[in-house]
Antibody, heavy 124, light 110 residues
Framework: QVQLQESGPGLVKPSQTLSLTCTVS??????????WSWIRQRPGKGLEWLAY???????YYNPSLKSRVAMSIDTSKRQFSLQVSSVTGADTAVYYC????????????????WGQGALVTVSS | QSALTQPASVSGSPGQSITISCTGS?????????ISWYQQYPGEAPRLILY???QRPSGVSDRFSGSKSGNTASLTISGLQAADEADYYC??????????FGGGTKLTVL
């Protein structure tokens, strides 16, 4: 059974860069069947997709955040990461990493496994 | 990229059926069957309950069903139970390798 676990600082200062890592245990990591993704949820708000990445490094971003968000992947460590630059209080959220099923056409099909989430607070 | 539109809240009594709508556009829901639904309890991660419009993952009750008509997808929960009280989110592929979630619907079981 695949498990995903987010890790990283719980507190980030305004204007700095938020960095999170997701470690995947179990299942296949370097597979054509999956993308790996980040989603966040601001306090009391809905889910917001941030980005997803293929094991070869192909990356796709939410257009509204593209200028501040970057994803990377390290297949040897079974980890993928998120960086959000120039953070403000609006970036305070629970950040989830998730696995995305990829269909035969390369389209993202659905999120089938989620991490438990990591709360990141932006405050001085 | 705009979020898909869901009602903020719906409610129903135990045993009843409820339907949550998710309205998009011809560029997302209207063009693809890459639509899924997620259930989220307070303080927990979301859980997949439907994918590919109508498919249920293993372990999800058949009381949950999905459909699509035009630019609107729907989640129906039949035989409502207290345990169904949660937030529900739709999700769709939106083209150009981007995806989006609906704004979420809070289901209250009266």
């Amino acid at each position: 059974q695949v498990q995903l676990q987010e890790s990283g600082p719980g507190l980030v200062k305004p204007s700095q860069t938020l960095s999170l890592t997701c470690t995947v245990s179990g299942g296949s990591f370097s597979s054509v069947d999956y993308y790996w993704s980040w989603i966040r949820q601001r306090p009391g708000k809905g889910l917001e997709w941030l980005a997803y990445i293929f094991y070869r490094g192909d990356t796709y971003y939410n257009p509204s955040l593209k200028s501040r968000v970057a994803m990377s992947i390290d297949t040897s460590k079974r980890q993928f990461s998120l960086q959000v630059s120039s953070v403000t209080g609006a970036d305070t959220a629970v950040y989830y990493c998730a696995r995305v099923r990829r269909d035969s056409g390369g389209y993202p099909h659905h999120f089938d496994q989620w991490g438990q989430g990591a709360l990141v607070t932006v405050s001085s | 990229q705009s979020a898909l539109t869901q009602p903020a809240s719906v409610s129903g009594s135990p045993g009843q059926s409820i339907t949550i709508s998710c309205t998009g556009s011809s560029s997302d829901i209207g063009s693809y069957n890459l639509i899924s639904w997620y259930q989220q309890y307070p303080g927990e991660a979301p859980r997949l309950i439907l994918y590919g419009v109508t498919q249920r993952p293993s372990g999800v009750s058949d009381r949950f069903s999905g459909s699509k008509s035009g630019n609107t997808a729907s989640l129906t929960i039949s035989g409502l139970q207290a345990a169904d009280e949660a937030d529900y989110y739709c999700w769709s592929y939106t083209g150009s390798r981007t995806v989006t979630f609906g704004g979420g619907t809070k289901l209250t079981v009266l």
